[in-house]
């Protein structure tokens, strides 16, 4: 019988030993820990799981309604300033080049009073009065096309005052309906920016809880580690890599789940020729999966060092 | 009676006037006694007693309410946190309730002690030192179990295995051989007595009167909280 020596001789002190212990303590134990109890991470993985979904899901309803929100206030970012009847060329022409001077100005196309009369009669309603009338209601225009609704008010109201611009009718700007779209884009961004936020601050408390039970499961553990001589960092490292790997895993089954909701979501679109997701292409379904996944890993991690914080033995 | 100024040496375990009490209960009081470098002693008497609270207090799991308590050199009463880290990588504590790892087989329960203890021990040195360990306490074939597959015996000696593995100065053991058979009891003790000639200066909680009265060593008697008496039993006791 014999006991093992008190350090027997001198011993090379590798870094490359310290590292490789230091790694294998918070790495390799998190790992050896993670496989043997993936049982009691169980409840934290399939909410985590539950949660990124949701948030993926949610990430791409919310592309597409940008997206159509965008596409609204594209169309709606159109002036048209009404010219007077008989205005010389010349007048037409500096007003045309004084608005594409404009930083607000995205195009400026100009409108022939028989473009108007055409374009009128393709127009629901607006045919019978296009085919009554012996001569063109129809004013000439500029068609001015703006880099964002908010510049639309400033725009029409310079274009009013130019002297080429019919002084009874000047411009299609209509204050009240232009800012009732623009508000309805602020609230839709708000209220999905809101909706983001509160489901990313109800995944990290229903995650931490998850992770913090699955620790607090092990707390024997950690007393013992204390009690060992472990340090802080040898004792909260592999819970922080567990509380990722958890989070890694439930990301990617979260991100499988999205890929393939939104195959399905394609698939359908393209027979029933609509757009169920407007805008919102493989890419960014990929982006949104991948973001998922890193979402996961981050979550676990987070919580688990939320949740391993304060614990004592 | 062995006096701590017989010796040139300071004392590895040294309590001077220490008190300690859980709420109102008084566990210890006015405890003193000290345990020099290589020296095997028993902490013996009834239950509540108090000597599971000297043991805790020698570790660093409660800090003395009066009094010093020096142990490996260093004063533990008011030791910050990476102090009474440094301390416990030097003390082997054989916990009562055998404190295992559950998620790590017997080798890397011991293997895991060694690494928190000397970052710079190699992997392979370390389970090589935990499977030496375990041999030592007969527990080699069970080197790749799990705590919860190992019977309350063979988790005692994984505890014990552990402590030593690590050739600490100090050895605390608390009822060591309570779940142990006879003959277990006896190889154990005998490992005691193996660390002590080798420097490791060895407190054993016990209320096993047979392996005291066989040892042939110093006990401390603890009573009500007091060192009742404290005396080197003679071979013809």
């Keep these: 019988m014999s006991l ?8 090379g002190r590798r870094l490359s030993v310290l590292l ?14 993670w496989t043997r109890n993936l049982r009691t991470v169980t409840p934290a993985l399939g909410t985590m799981w539950l949660l990124l979904v949701l948030a993926g899901l949610f990430t791409l309803g919310a592309l597409a309604a940008r997206n159509l929100v965008q596409r609204e206030s594209r169309d709606a970012s159109v002036v048209h300033v009404y010219l007077k009847d008989g205005v010389a060329d010349q007048d037409v022409a500096t007003l045309t080049a004084r608005l594409r001077r404009d930083p607000g100005v995205a195009s400026v196309r100009s409108v022939s009073k028989e473009e108007a009369l055409r374009s009128a009669r393709s127009r629901p309603g607006l045919p019978a009065l296009a085919g009554d009338a012996s001569t063109n209601p129809f004013p000439a225009s500029l068609e001015v096309r703006l ?5 639309a008010g400033r725009v029409a109201g310079t274009a009013a005052r130019d002297p080429a611009v019919d002084p009874a009718f000047p411009t299609s700007y209509d204050a009240g309906s232009y800012q009732r779209l623009q508000s309805f884009v602020t609230s839709v961004g708000l209220v999905l920016a809101g909706l983001l936020l509160l489901l990313t601050l109800v995944a990290t408390v229903v995650t931490v809880n998850g992770i913090r039970a699955a620790i607090l499961g092990r707390r024997d553990d950690i007393a013992t580690m204390h009690l060992v001589g472990a340090s802080g960092w040898m004792i909260r490292g592999p819970f922080v890599f567990e509380g990722a790997l958890t989070g890694s895993l439930a990301g990617l089954l979260a991100a499988a789940v999205l890929v393939a909701a939104f195959a399905g979501l394609q698939d359908v679109s393209a027979r029933t020729f609509s757009q169920l997701l407007p805008g919102v292409d493989w890419r960014a379904a990929g982006i949104c999966a991948a973001g998922v996944l890193a979402g996961g890993a981050m979550l676990g991690s987070f919580a688990s060092l939320i949740g391993v914080r304060g614990l004592r033995a | 009676m062995v006096s701590p100024t017989t010796t040139p040496d300071p004392p590895a375990i040294r309590l001077d006037g220490v008190s300690f009490s859980y709420g109102r209960v008084l566990a210890l009081d006015n405890v003193s006694f000290s345990l020099q470098p290589g020296e095997l002693a028993y902490l013996v008497g009834p239950s509540a007693a108090g000597k599971t609270t000297v043991l805790r207090l020698l570790h660093g799991q409660l800090r003395p309410q009066r009094g010093s308590l020096i142990v490996d050199g260093q004063e533990l009463g008011r030791a ?4 009474l880290r440094r301390v416990r990588h030097r003390v082997g504590v054989i916990f009562q309730d055998y404190r295992l790892l559950r998620r790590l087989t017997a080798a890397e329960n011991v ?25 030592a306490v007969g527990l080699s074939e069970r080197a790749n179990s799990f705590p919860h597959q190992l019977s309350g015996g063979q988790q005692q000696r994984l505890a014990i ?7 600490p100065t100090v050895l605390l053991a608390d009822e060591p051989t309570a779940s142990l058979d006879s003959v277990e009891a006896r190889r154990v003790l005998a490992l005691f007595e193996l660390a ?7 407190l054993v909680a016990t209320h096993n009167a047979e392996e005291v009265a066989r040892s042939h060593r110093r006990v401390i008697g603890l009573s009500d909280g007091r060192v009742a008496w404290d005396r080197v039993l003679s071979r013809s006791a």
Aim: charged share 25%.
């Design chain 2, 80 to 83: 910050r946190a990476r102090k």
């Design chain 2, 111 to 135: 293997a895991y002690t060694l690494r928190v203890v000397d970052l710079w021990l190699p992997r392979r040195e370390a389970l090589s030192r935990a499977n030496a360990a375990l041999e």
């Design chain 1, 20 to 33: 490789g212990n230091a790694s294998d303590l918070v790495l390799g134990d998190a790992f050896r820990s």
């Design chain 2, 161 to 167: 295995a552990r402590a030593i593995a690590a050739a």
């Design chain 1, 4 to 11: 093992p020596s008190r350090r027997g001789g001198r011993r």
């Design chain 1, 147 to 151: 880099h964002s609704l908010a510049d």
């Design chain 2, 196 to 202: 002590a000639s080798g420097g490791t200066t060895v």
